[in-house]
């Protein structure tokens, strides 16, 4: 049980292009998820934290008008990359929780690369 | 939020016991401690989780001291499979609201 899909789990996109990845939680429920990024041989870093049905809360120096996060159900959480440049080529991680426990799961990851 | 430290790397060889000990001085009193393996191109997979003393699970075994301000992560019998990158998280709260702070993990080579 709890297990979290990402898709696509591979993209690339031409710089000044909109990327949508998707996030879902196959077997519960998730009031919240949470957007990682990390870059080759560093630490994941957390981006956003997704709530269904209100607004994310982004982290200090994230741009909310960048990475737009949609949390339109219990199961699935949206992180679209409006005009990705070179910069954003990295590699994306959702993770969420079963209400019912402190755990959280994380997807596979969606590697993002911008010519 | 509490801030983790754990070694950078670690060498074993097939067959050894691995132990990875993990500080979080400024734990809060709702916190759980958790640990993750990353392998390269994957996100991070629940490896235990516990709160205090000992908790063994059919992959690894956590000890937690009684003043919860470490933990040693424990692998037994470790194999070439396990070289992978492992993450020692405290929670900022109880529920599925908790954020998770990540260090740079402690990377482990298993070696023949």
């Known amino acids: 049980g709890a297990v979290v899909s990402q898709h696509p789990s591979r993209v690339i996109c031409k710089s000044g292009t909109s990327v949508k990845i998707e996030c879902r939680s196959l077997?519960?429920?998730?009031?919240?998820m949470f957007w990682y990024r990390q870059f080759p041989k560093q630490s994941l870093m957390l981006m956003a934290t997704?709530?269904?049905?209100?607004?994310?809360?982004?982290e200090q120096g994230v741009e909310k008008d960048k990475f737009l996060i949609n949390h339109a159900s219990l199961t699935l959480s949206t992180l679209t990359v409006t005009s990705a440049h070179p910069e954003d080529s990295s590699f994306y991680i959702c993770s969420a929780s079963p209400s019912s426990s402190n755990t959280q799961y994380f997807g596979p990851g969606t590697r993002l690369t911008v010519l | 939020l509490a801030k983790t430290t754990q070694p950078i790397s670690m060498d074993s060889y097939e067959g050894q016991e691995v132990n990875i000990t993990c500080s979080h001085n400024?734990?809060?009193?709702?916190?759980?401690i958790t640990w993750y393996q990353q392998f390269p191109s994957q996100g991070p997979r629940f490896i235990i989780q516990g709160y205090k003393t000992k908790v063994t699970n059919e992959v690894a075994s956590l000890f937690i001291p009684a003043d919860r301000k470490s933990s040693t992560l424990s692998l037994p019998r470790v194999s070439l499979s396990d070289t992978a990158v492992y993450y020692c998280?405290?929670?900022?709260?109880?529920?599925?609201?908790?954020?998770?702070?990540w260090g740079l993990g402690t990377s482990l080579a298993v070696n023949p």
């Open positions: 077997d519960f429920q998730a009031t919240t």
């Open positions: 998280l405290v929670g900022d709260g109880p529920g599925n609201n908790r954020k998770l702070i």
């Open positions: 400024n734990i809060a009193t709702n916190d759980y």
């Open positions: 997704s709530n269904e049905g209100s607004k994310a809360t982004y």
